[in-house]
């Protein structure tokens, strides 16, 4: 490969990362308006909701946060779904 190439490649790399951070950022603000109460954290013995993710703040956390919280909504939702069905 040349020069030109690698730089051709990098440029691909970050368009298509770039691609990645929107597609993330905006599936994280799809989760917070569907699941505003789902908890995505604690403090000081409290739970922190998901509607606590405004979007000017989503878009000033890493991609690796942004993901981590998606985790979560998606984790508190289907426990809450699991304790539903249980208690049904």
Do not use: C, W
């Not at 990098?10 to 691609?19: G, I, P, S, T, V």
């Not at 000081?44 to 919280?69: F, G, Q």
């Amino acid at each position: 490969m040349t020069g030109k190439d690698y730089k051709k490649s990098l440029e691909n790399l970050r368009m298509k990362e770039k691609a990645l951070d929107v597609r993330i950022t905006k599936r994280l603000l799809e989760l917070v308006s569907i699941y505003p109460n789902a908890v995505i954290g604690n403090v000081m013995n409290d739970e922190v909701k998901a509607l606590s993710l405004s979007p000017n703040y989503v878009n000033t956390l890493p991609i690796e946060r942004r993901i981590e919280y998606i985790d979560r909504i998606e984790t508190s939702m289907n426990n809450q779904k699991q304790l539903e069905i249980e208690v049904s």
